[in-house]
């Protein structure tokens, strides 16, 4: 039997990584999620600023779920100080998980630490960072937008720079990939960067890796064709300032693709086609009975003309705040929403009841035109249904599912490390 996975979930939310790696059984619920493989989740933190009592919904709802206990409540930056200063213990641990923000990564020397570097405070990764240099866990798995891979727009590509510098400096080789769970049979149009790190000290085919036997590639196929695609190569620099300050200066787009992989700073990344046969779900598959909606979720008849107008295809002369005189242009998108493929993106303001672009609207069984309600979100992230059902009110259940990640993509990841795990392949 292969040895347990022990697990450290940050930024942890509702549990999204954890469902996906351990699994979950509840009899009384008639709820089994099969584990992706040997993994259990010893430690997990989350937090949601300002602090209030009242903004600790996610929170609650995962130790409803998990237990009493199972998530500590608390700032990571004052956890990772406890640490620091062995006032606090996390459990040693196999492997870190976390979905974090794409924030600002640069960084600074510090002229008292000629050999320290200093991002900013409130940036979550370096908190992560911290995580991994007090752990130095054998696996991780990080989750972000897309976007992470061009941001910031006067310096293309360096934020995931600055990241990848950072986990080779703790002796990480790295695999990354943009998602979307829809090409995957998922029941969402989801894009999200993947970041798979281990520690090893086994030699890697880059080339192969990458395009053929890496964890990211066996969890997500691609297309064979890709194989003979051009490939980017080139070397991050050691010293992180010296990323931070330089990387992606005078770019017009980003040197990382939507999947790459990383040794000792040396990177190969490409662009890839997604390959899947397997089931697809759709948005009218997680639908749930006209007779489970509550009426104020049925659009009115005077709503009707702003929501028309707001999902529809525009040119328009605006003046912006300033005076600035300017041409508007949007295009349209589908109203209601198609039941007979994925949906767009669930975000946190889902919620809302009123008239909205972003919003989903569908048609109900009698021709009535209505949003979706938090059931409905849990299922579209793959989580169970009613799963944030836990005296939020439904504007924080869509917040939550709105920062949450697919459940079935972290699983399948999951499945594949537990596999080389058992079998010692690093």
Known sequence: ???????????????????GLDGFDDEKAGIHLPPAGPFHTVWAN??????????QFAWRCYERHFGEGSCVNEDIAKVMDACENYELKVPDVDMVVGGFPCQDYSVARPLSQADGIRGKKGVLWWEIRRMLMLQSPEYLLLENVDRLLKSPASQRGRDFAVILACLADLGYSV??????????????????????????????????RLLANGVMTRAFPVEESVRDAAVSEFDIP??????????GKGLERSPFEVAGVMRKGHVLTCRVTPHYDGSRMTLGDVVVPESEVPAEYFLDEGSLPRWTYLKGAKQEDRVSSTGFHYRYTEGGMAF???????????????????????????????GRLRRLVPDELD????????????????TQRAFCMGNALVVGIPHRIGQVIADDHAHGRQ
Not at 341 to 362: A, W
């Open 46 to 55: 989350q937090w949601e600023p300002m602090g209030s009592p009242a903004r």
């Open 379 to 394: 299922q579209l992230q793959m989580f169970p249904k009613g799963w944030t059902d836990t005296g939020m009110t439904p």
């Open 1 to 19: 039997m292969a040895r347990e996975i022990r697990v450290a979930e940050l930024f942890a939310g509702v549990g999204g990584f954890r469902l």
């Open 336 to 366: 209601p929403d198609g039941l007979d493929k994925p949906s767009r993106t669930i975000l946190t303001s889902e919620g809302g009841s009123g008239p909205s672009r972003m919003r989903h609207v569908v048609r109900a069984e009698d």
């Open 238 to 247: 050691e010293d992180i300032v010296e990323v931070s300050e330089t990387f």
């Open 175 to 208: 695999e990354w990939r943009v998602v979307n769970a829809a090409d995957y049979g998922m029941p969402q149009r989801r894009k999200r960067t993947y970041i798979y790190g281990v520690r090893t000290s086994r030699s890697w085919n880059l080339r192969n």
